[in-house]
Structure formats: structure tokens, C-alpha cells
T-cell receptor, first 116, second 115 residues
Framework: NAGVTQTPKFRVLKTGQSMTLLCAQD?????MYWYRQDPGMGLRLIHY???????AKGEVPDGYNVSRLKKQNFLLGLESAAPSQTSVYFC???????????????FGPGTRLTVT | DQQVKQNSPSLSVQEGRISILNCDYT??????FLWYKKYPAEGPTFLIS?????DKNEDGRFTVFLNKSAKHLSLHIVPSQPGDSAVYFC??????????????FGKGTLLTVNP
């Protein structure tokens, strides 16, 4: 049981380049999330999904797109990276499909992205 | 508008003493509160939670207190250990309001426990 995994762990992009961050969870969770963490800003929600095939905007969605084609995967895309997107990105999941209801979110290890 | 506030960016305590981390919230719809712990270069890990129907929840060395009238919660760690040194995030959700899938996080408090 790996929990929540993120790929890649580190990445350096040039301004204007694109990339996709992959999140996978093996806990059969219904909900998945993408956050960014910046110094002094805490965790801010970018996009989230409450089920396969559904996505919604969070607090800071501009410049990002997401897709959830499979229940266990949640992809975060940057179409044209900007220096302001330099951050640490965390994926999380919650709400098991079966068993006791729980709203605790379980986080991946993070992706450190630098845009130059 | 910051709905979950952790007004102390950092806290330093001696090993063996009590650590008290504070959190205030403004949204009266919040009815479920959580504390997360984060080490450098790792993702946040769930520590302890409390529902608004309770005013205290205890798990080993960790106790969370909730004061609904003051919209305030606190995390007590007794006794504090050097391994507790980490950033602690307070988070809240509005389960009865239909937004149970979203958490609102505070900015975090860096706890340093000195040997």
C-alpha cells in the first residue's frame, strides 16, 4: 500500500514550457486534490475532484488544468509555465469508497517545481 | 480573507515541556477541525481531529481543544520531544454545509523543540 505517490519529485522548467504532474493513490479514495505551498502562505487549493471524470476549481486555479480520467489518478498540467508557478505541489486524496466515512486527507511527498 | 488563522509563525519550547499551538477561525459553518504535521521535504501527515460536537479529543501526547464560542482551537503536546519539531497546520471543513470534501488550511506554525 503506497498511499499517495507523485511524479516527478523535482523539475526545472523554462518560462513558457509545459509539463504534467502525476498523482496516484491506491486507497480507493473518491476525492483528490492539488495544492501548492509557498513560503508563508500555507497550503492553497488549486483544483480538486470529487469523482472520476469530475474536476472543480479551488482557490488558485489560474494557469493550471487538471484531469481525472481514472479514479486512482489526478493529473495537474501547466500549459505555459511562469516564474510565479515556482512552488512545491502536493497531491492529496480522501473519502474511501467503502468502510468508515473519513474526511482526513492523505498527502503525497510533493513535487518541487522551479520555473526560470 | 483568511478563514483559518495561525497567528504564531513559530514557537520554541524545551524538551519535556508542553507545546501549545493555537488556531482561530472565522467561518461559523466549520464543524470539523484537523491538525497536520509536516517535516521538511515531506508531505503533511494527519495528526488529530475534532468534531464540533466535542470540546476535547486526546490521542497519546496530543490533545486538541475546541472553543466554539471563541472560534478557537489549540493543540497541546505533552511532553514535547525533539522529534515533534515540524510545521503544524490547522485545517477546517464544513461537513454539514455540503463542503465536506474541502479543507481550509492555516499558514502553519513552526515548532522547534530544543533538547
Amino acid at each position: 500500500n503506497a498511499g499517495v505517490t507523485q511524479t516527478p519529485k523535482f523539475r526545472v522548467l523554462k518560462t513558457g514550457q509545459s509539463m504534467t504532474l502525476l498523482c496516484a493513490q491506491d486507497m480507493n479514495h473518491e476525492y483528490m486534490y492539488w495544492y501548492r505551498q509557498d513560503p508563508g502562505m500555507g497550503l492553497r487549493l488549486i483544483h480538486y475532484s470529487v469523482g472520476e471524470g469530475t474536476t472543480a476549481k479551488g482557490e488558485v486555479p489560474d494557469g493550471y488544468n487538471v484531469s481525472r480520467l481514472k479514479k486512482q489518478n489526478f493529473l495537474l498540467g501547466l500549459e505555459s509555465a511562469a516564474p510565479s508557478q515556482t512552488s512545491v505541489y502536493f497531491c492529496a486524496s480522501s473519502y474511501p469508497s467503502s468502510g468508515p466515512i473519513s474526511y482526513e486527507q492523505y498527502f503525497g511527498p510533493g513535487t518541487r517545481l522551479t520555473v526560470t | 480573507d483568511q478563514q483559518v488563522k495561525q497567528n504564531s509563525p513559530s514557537l520554541s519550547v524545551q524538551e519535556g515541556r508542553i507545546s501549545i499551538l493555537n488556531c482561530d477561525y472565522t467561518n461559523s459553518m466549520f464543524d470539523y477541525f484537523l491538525w497536520y504535521k509536516k517535516y521538511p521535504a515531506e508531505g503533511p501527515t494527519f495528526l488529530i481531529s475534532i468534531s464540533s460536537i466535542k470540546d476535547k479529543n486526546e490521542d497519546g501526547r496530543f490533545t486538541v481543544f475546541l472553543n466554539k464560542s471563541a472560534k478557537h482551537l489549540s493543540l497541546h503536546i505533552v511532553p514535547s520531544q525533539p522529534g515533534d519539531s515540524a510545521v503544524y497546520f490547522c485545517a477546517a471543513s464544513a461537513n454539514s454545509g455540503g463542503s465536506n470534501y474541502k479543507l481550509t488550511f492555516g499558514k502553519g506554525t513552526l515548532l522547534t523543540v530544543n533538547p
